[in-house]
């Protein structure tokens, strides 16, 4: 039977050429989105969840209290004190790991010097995680204070194979390191990914701070694991007593939060987590589906459309004695048949379009062909596709009445098919409408954004890395950068133009009122002439300055923390600030250093001539952009050989703080214009039909006189009707769902009408476009062919 209906289905679909084709194709878009989608939203959704207990690994977030009572701010910082308290005082804790935040760092094997992601972290950190060794063994690999552990990339940049155990290597080029292991890299979808990791002991040779047990440092991380079978809520509750019964001094409560969810739950509001990509995720998997049924819903118009063509073919098979489940298994094996072609389509279109779908996000997707859920999933979804796009019109044509069908009596049966197929089309367009919008919309935020003044100016200024020698040599590299005129400033700071974090509450100021200050503040340190070079605008007071010996104790301050300490004159006024007096000198314009899409926090600028880590430049506009690179690249490696110059452009940095809405941008984009061209191509396909199901009638028409324009208005209204009515619901329901993601953002566009209008009138026009082409095609046809037979 089955081979029979295989038969009947290939006959079918080489019998009816355009619609196969039609449906093909639209299947194939479809199911190649929806697949590409899914292998994104898989990617992110997979995150910190490769290892076999990561659900049962959790990270140490701090809470910071206002003013107020309420939770300011949520981070996943803490002290080094934190993590030896909990070992003694939470039994529930299996494995518990201190570790510093990722930073880059110099490895080098012999005179091959190499800048990565290097870690330190306590032994545990092999317990929480399961890196496969390639070499060396996890019970042993950190027991040396002077070890490290390389990935299997990193072993063969500095030795050419991942076989590196026992070979020396040195840090920063100030200590030689054994390496004592060698782990398979890690996937792409891990937000803890380092090249090198060494143990916390040595560390605390390296950073005193690490060393302390201390409570004022929230530069660290503690993350432990638990017994499978505790209560996250009763190991919280047992964190804040032992932090209450063991310092008085922090205000800031800790609390444990999966790891696993942390990439995508990672927003917090009043110490709770509320979401965060989350939302991205939930909204690619509707779009990923939402496509698929837009072609779906093409299948079943088509197959309906062709009703009166397969009617005679239904009543034959009744008549002989065919029953109704067979006809439905006849026309769902037709669905199959196209579902199973449409997915090898769709997988060679996707192996085509990936990599530039890759290159586009900047991450590195791929279908397991190996992996048996990849092919679970694929036969799921081709399941799941084949029977909902077949199943309306099997069941519809299925029902036909033999004797009905027999006098081509199809159309007296009901209404309902036409309907249902009215309701589909306004369904598709109003799906296709609303991703139209929302990509105006979002590239409407993005460029407000962009051209929302950042307060420096980025587009002359780099950044490097203040590594090695440029530390104890720094005046000596200054001096030859300004005699060489590739640059015309240089200042030197404690963190990146453009950072997170480095903020701190404990500041008093002059007719403060409250007992103790929980306003965040942003803390910067930097030498002379960051105001100048930086081209941050300055409000009152000066800048930094050499001919100031008093400047070793003196800060500027921004003017939203100005305005928050209530200061009218702040210049000549002292801070408090963790029991040092400091000197306000100037003040400047806030500038944006964190989110470009809200107040970043108050800043507080700090002289420091000593203690900075990156060095930022501006550029000589008189002379081309690739001869101040090069002078000041020879220099770099003249004053500090043993590192790689590293120069990052500031306009490239502030870019990607806009990355993960760019991403929803180019994916609403490059999807709703596949929505729309599966739309459109469903259409041609119905117009094509009615048109063919007419032609009898427009050939009686032109004869009596009916001109082609006549003839075309006639074929073309009641599709435009339709489209009309898909306006008119996806406009407000837009404007809703707009409006509600623009709320997320305190800096925002507004949605202007014309957006709606664009949208609606390029909607109407393409779907004109296409009726009018096939409409045309039938009005011109001679009446003489359709009347001949008669």
Request: hydrophobic share 45%.
């Amino acid at each position: 039977m089955f081979r029979l209906n295989l038969k009947i289905a290939l006959r079918n679909l080489w019998k009816n050429k355009t619609s196969s084709f039609i449906n093909l194709i639209g299947l194939a878009i479809g199911l190649a989105a929806c697949l590409m989608l899914l292998v994104y939203v898989t990617y992110e959704w997979g995150f910190d969840k490769q290892a076999k207990n990561s659900e049962n690994v959790y990270t140490v977030m701090t809470n910071i209290p206002d003013d107020s009572g309420n939770i300011a701010k949520t981070f996943e910082g803490t002290t080094t004190a934190l993590g030896p308290l909990l070992k003694e005082r939470v039994p529930e804790i299996k494995n518990l790991a201190r570790m510093n935040y990722i930073k880059r760092s110099l490895i080098a094997n012999g005179e091959n010097g190499f800048k990565k992601d290097a870690k330190f972290a306590e032994p545990n950190i092999l317990k929480l995680f399961d890196y496969e060794f390639i070499a060396g063994n996890a019970a042993t690999a950190m027991q040396n204070p002077k070890s490290v552990i390389l990935t299997e990339t990193m072993a063969k940049i500095l030795f050419g194979t991942a076989n590196a155990l026992n070979k020396i290597v040195r840090y920063q080029d100030q200590e030689d390191l054994t390496v004592t292991g060698v782990i398979k890299d890690m996937p792409d979808n891990t937000s803890m990914k380092f090249d090198f990791l060494m143990p916390w002991a040595f560390y605390e040779m390296v950073d005193a701070d690490a060393k302390t047990l201390g409570w004022g440092n929230y530069s660290y991380v503690t993350m432990f694991s638990l017994d499978p079978g505790a209560d996250i809520n009763v190991v919280n509750k047992k964190i804040e007593e032992a932090v209450k019964a063991n310092n008085k001094t922090t205000a800031q409560p800790f609390m444990a939060f999966p790891y696993a969810k942390l990439h995508l739950y990672g927003k917090f509001e009043n110490g709770k987590s509320v979401g965060g990509d989350i939302e991205q995720i939930w909204l690619f998997m509707g779009l990923a589906f939402g496509i698929l049924l837009i072609a779906c819903i093409n299948f079943m118009n088509m197959a309906t459309a062709k009703s009166e063509k397969r009617a005679k073919e239904v009543g034959i098979k009744k008549t002989i004695g065919a029953n109704r489940g067979s006809l439905i298994m006849q026309f769902l094996t037709e669905s199959m048949v196209l579902t199973v072609l449409a997915i090898v389509l769709a997988i060679a279109l996707l192996e085509i379009l990936l990599p530039t779908f890759n290159q586009m996000l900047h991450i590195k997707l791929s279908i397991g062909y190996f992996n048996t859920s990849s092919w679970i999933g694929i036969i799921a979804i081709v399941l799941a596709t084949g029977l909902l796009a077949g199943s309306y019109p099997a069941f519809y044509l299925s029902s036909f009445n033999p004797i009905q069908t027999l006098k081509k009596k199809i159309s007296s049966n009901s209404i309902f098919s036409i309907s249902l197929r009215q309701v589909l089309v306004v369904g598709q367009f109003c799906f296709a409408i609303i991703l139209i919008i929302s990509t105006l919309v979002i590239y409407r935020q993005i460029q407000y954004i962009k051209n929302r003044p950042l307060g420096v100016d980025i587009n002359a200024l780099v950044e490097i890395p203040q590594d090695g020698q440029l530390r104890p040599q720094f005046e000596v590299y200054k001096e030859k950068l300004l005699r060489s005129g590739a640059i015309t400033s240089i200042n030197k700071s404690s963190t990146k133009l453009a950072h997170h974090g480095s903020n701190f509450i404990d500041v008093r100021w002059p007719g403060m009122v409250q007992e103790n200050n929980l306003t965040m503040f942003n803390k910067v340190e930097a030498g002379y002439d960051f105001i100048k070079t930086n081209g941050v605008k300055l409000i009152s007071g000066r800048d930094f300055s050499e001919k100031f010996a008093s400047d070793t104790a003196a800060v500027l301050i921004s003017a939203s923390a100005a305005k928050i300490m209530n200061l009218k004159n702040p210049v000549g006024q002292n801070l408090t600030i963790f029991g040092d007096k400091r000197t306000i000198v100037g003040v400047f314009d806030d500038y944006v250093f964190d989110s470009p899409y809200k107040s970043n926090n108050p800043m507080i600028l700090y002289f420091n001539n000593k203690y900075t880590s990156f060095i930022t430049m501006k550029l000589n506009p008189a002379n081309n952009l690739q001869q101040n690179v090069a002078t000041i690249t020879a220099i770099t490696k003249e004053i500090n050989p043993a590192y790689p110059v590293e120069i990052n452009f500031l306009d490239q940095t502030y870019a990607t703080l806009l990355e993960k809405e760019k991403t929803l941008g180019i994916l609403s984009n490059l999807f709703g214009g596949l929505a729309i061209f599966v739309s459109c191509l469903g259409l041609f396909g119905l117009v094509a039909y009615s048109a063919e199901q007419r032609t009898k009638e427009f050939g009686v028409r032109k004869v009596l006189g009916a001109s082609v324009t006549n003839l075309m208005q006639l074929l073309s209204l009641s599709f435009i009707k339709m489209i009309v009515v898909a306006i008119i619901i996806a406009v407000p329901l837009s404007y809703f769902a707009m409006g509600k993601w623009l709320s997320n953002f305190e800096f925002h566009t507004e949605i202007s009408w014309w957006i709606m209008l664009l949208a609606a009138f390029g909607t109407l026009i393409i779907a004109l476009f296409t009726v009018s082409f096939q409409a045309y095609k039938s009005a011109k046809a001679n009446p003489v062919d359709a009347l001949k037979y008669e």
